[in-house]
């Protein structure tokens, strides 16, 4: 599936064919308007696919007035969540990834969703060198402006924010 929104309420259909992608163009700043534009996909939960949803995102981050810092910082902590849903959230091998993102005002904000068996409450709060890997949550953290982490059983919802400063200089206020 993917869906790539200027508008929130746009519907603009499912396609559920590999390689084939609908992408309408981001909203313009209009005075007075607030800019949103938006993106989501779904996919199997693939070391493979989630480079490929990585990608994907990357095009879409193009589309926005981001300086460069803004643009690596989204994609690097995007791509730990992802991968993190690649190598832990099904034990079983068979899952997948929805990754949606969005761009409201002067704030852009990436949800890395699963349905798999959740993080486990003794999780480090700080990766070391005794630990195997233990450092993606970590690094979310420290290069998003907020991020939030809800998880349970019934799967994981990873939402990360920041405001660039690129897109606060658009909307004077």
């Not at 852009?108 to 630990?131: F, K, L, N, Y």
Request: net charge negative; aromatic share 4%; with cysteine.
């Amino acid at each position: 599936m993917y869906r790539h929104t200027s508008e929130p309420d746009v519907d603009v259909g499912q396609n559920t064919e590999a390689g084939q992608t609908g992408a309408t163009p981001p909203a313009r700043a209009v005075a007075g308007a607030v800019a949103t534009s938006t993106f989501e996909e779904l996919a199997p939960a693939l070391p493979n696919e989630m480079a490929d949803l990585r990608r994907k995102l990357t095009r879409w981050l193009g589309e926005l007035p981001l300086d460069p810092a803004s643009t690596h910082d989204i994609t690097l902590a995007t791509y730990e969540a992802l991968a993190n849903v690649a190598a832990h959230a099904y034990p079983d091998g068979h899952g997948w990834a929805r990754l949606q993102a969005s761009r409201a005002g002067d704030a852009v904000t990436v949800t890395v969703t699963d349905t798999g068996c959740g993080i486990p409450q003794t999780r480090p709060r700080r990766a070391s060198a005794h630990t195997s890997g233990g450092r993606g949550l970590v690094l979310i953290e420290k290069v998003t402006d907020q991020t939030d982490i809800d998880t349970g059983e019934a799967g994981t919802t990873v939402r990360m924010t920041w405001r660039p400063a690129a897109l606060r200089d658009q909307n004077p206020g």
